[in-house]
């Protein structure tokens, strides 16, 4: 049973800067491809960004061009650097990871984007 425990998320200007962070545990050499998502305020979940366990990571264009996802094997965590916040950027940040065919979500961490 793969575990995924997101954080880094909080308050944060419009134009400034965050990094979330999510630590997964158990059942981690099944992991193959990690996600980011995320759920803003009455909307649907929708994709951020992807990761393959060899680093090839892809973006949905919500924040394309102002993100960055990375993945350290070793420690078991994935990264996403997020720059030039919007406040259409709030939302609460959802690690996703595949291990076979099961997939397993985080409980999030909240974004929110405000001056």
């Known amino acids: 049973q793969v575990r995924l425990v997101e954080s880094g998320g909080g308050p944060v200007q419009p134009g400034g800067s965050l990094r979330i962070s999510c630590t997964a545990s158990g059942g981690i050499f099944r992991i193959t491809n990690m996600g980011w998502y995320r759920q803003p305020p009455g909307k649907q979940r929708e994709l951020v960004a992807t990761?393959?366990?060899?680093?090839?990571?892809t973006y949905a264009s919500s924040l394309k061009g102002r993100s960055t996802m990375s993945r350290v094997n070793a420690n078991n965590t994935v990264y996403l650097q997020m720059n030039t916040l919007k406040p259409e950027d709030t939302g609460v940040y959802y690690c996703k990871a595949v291990a076979g065919a099961s997939v397993y979500w985080g409980q999030g961490t909240q974004v929110t984007v405000s001056s």
């Open positions: 990761i393959t366990r060899n680093g090839v990571t």
